[in-house]
């Protein structure tokens, strides 16, 4: 059987691997067969890469190979639900690095020659793909150190802005220098990649840590789009067709995320939202917060028609998901009409609430995203608030001076009554006070999110006998 015939079969299949896998991940009742359809393309494409004629090394590739998918297994298994956005980040960033050091390599080759090899054509995708793979790469592990607690605080200062502009066009400097030959140097290829690495560290380090999901959204879109173009490199069709897929799911899932914050993409880069607006804004809200006990809030969701469940980010904290779901399987027991509401943005990483409910064994027909379930909070007796902030904040309906005002957020305030578990009185990731939990209809359960929602199982077992 013809070889290049056999390759160019498998590659077709993995296109209909990944695109099918891609597919499945929409719902989540299948996102799980979706990885593993698009798993198994990889296996395929990684598989037929060997018998590319001029392949060499074969024990490097098998070893990298078994290093790389050993600490996968053990890092995938062990890495805690709280700490999923973290491991996304690093990984993306790792994809990205791997598109720059194919990039770097052909580049380096090149120079090497005395600029003799492949046309401009080729050199431009190479120079481009490498710039985006770097930047990606610089910015995901500064995403990665915010989201771990690594790096404490947003940097920013004066001209920040025009200092990124100078090192983006640096870095296209350099790759015309390459590309048009007058340049071919190492010493520009260096420059490359040294000031694009630098220019992503740059772009993310003033980020808030509230939009970290964006973030991490957009370098994943960048990463498929600079493997795309790494593909056409070495005219490798399985990394174009993965690249495509990643770069555009990416993007388009990069403008969902914006579009529920009411944001544009460059105010998310460039605005320095997640720090100092939320500082300004920090104690305007008036009123008081209104305690109450577990027992009291037992008793109320026990005896309510229907509870509509809001969770966040300190529920991944907290690892309470397990005992919410069981607090729900009372209250259904109990008669209780019980649904979860999710935001497009909760948690710190798009989709962050639903595994973890996927994880809890939560039945998907009980999960409602915004548009699905906003009308529902007006006929909800009890909205019990678990770890959001920014996402149920009403400031975002009528307060034209805050930072968020125009977000979509989930209509808790609707409701007849709203408890929030929180741990204290400080304001959320974003740093702005939540007009929220000033509200007469509202009470606040102070603790630990798990500690509460235990309490909240044995009030409501009492109250239902």
């Known amino acids: 059987m013809d070889v290049s015939l056999l390759i160019d079969g498998s590659y077709f299949v993995t296109a209909f691997l990944f695109i099918m896998g891609l597919k499945r991940m929409s719902s989540p009742k299948t996102a799980r067969s979706g990885i593993l359809w ?15 004629p ?227 804004a920090t104690g305007a809200v008036a009123g008081s917060m209104k305690p109450i006990e577990a027992a009291d809030v037992g008793v109320m969701m026990a005896f309510s028609q229907k509870v509509i469940v809001i969770p966040g980010y300190g529920l991944a904290v907290a690892q309470a998901q397990h005992k919410v779901w069981e607090l729900c399987q009372l209250l259904i027991n109990a008669g209780v009409q019980v649904k979860f509401a999710i935001h497009p943005v909760a948690g710190r990483m798009p989709g962050h609430m639903n595994v973890l409910l996927a994880e809890a064994g939560v039945p998907y027909e009980l999960i409602a995203d915004l548009d699905e379930i906003n009308a529902e909070f007006e006929s909800a007796d009890v909205a019990l608030v678990i770890g959001a902030n920014d996402v149920v904040n009403p400031v975002a309906r009528n307060d034209k001076s805050s930072p968020i005002y125009g977000m979509p957020i989930l209509n808790a305030d609707k409701a007849k009554n709203v408890i929030v578990i929180k741990r204290g009185q400080g304001a959320g990731f974003s740093g702005i006070e939540n007009a929220l939990f000033y509200l007469d209809n509202t009470r606040m359960l102070y603790g630990d999110g798990q500690a509460a929602v235990n309490q909240l199982i044995h009030a409501v077992k009492e109250a239902t006998g």
């Open 54 to 280: 001029g392949m060499s090394n074969y024990e490097l590739i098998i070893a990298a190979i078994v290093v790389g998918s050993a600490v996968a297994w053990w890092s995938g298994r062990r890495v805690a639900m709280t700490n999923m956005p973290q491991m996304i980040a690093l990984y993306n960033g790792m994809g990205g690095g791997a598109a720059a050091a194919i990039a770097a390599v052909e580049l380096y080759r090149v120079a090497g020659e005395g600029g003799n090899g492949p046309g401009a054509a080729v050199l431009s995708l190479a120079a481009v793909g490498g710039m985006i793979g770097a930047v990606s790469f610089s910015g995901s592990l500064i995403a990665f150190g915010k989201l771990q607690g690594l790096i404490k605080r947003s940097l920013r200062f004066p001209g920040q802005q025009f200092t990124n502009i100078l090192l983006l066009l640096a870095t296209l400097a350099a790759g015309v220098l390459l590309v048009s030959g007058v340049g071919m140097t190492p010493a520009v290829v260096t420059a490359l990649f040294l000031v694009a690495l630098l220019l992503g560290v740059a772009m993310t380090l003033p980020i808030g840590g509230a939009d970290m999901p964006v973030v991490i959204s957009l370098y994943n879109a960048l990463t498929g789009l600079a493997v795309a173009f790494e593909g056409f490199v070495l005219g490798n069709a399985a990394m174009i067709i993965a690249g495509t897929v990643v770069g555009s799911a990416g993007t388009l899932l990069t403008q969902l995320m914006a579009k529920a914050m009411n944001r544009s993409l460059g105010n998310v880069l460039f605005s320095g939202f997640g720090e100092s607006a939320g500082a300004a």
């Open 38 to 52: 698009a798993g198994a393309g990889m296996v395929l494409a990684t598989l037929v890469s060997f018998l590319y």
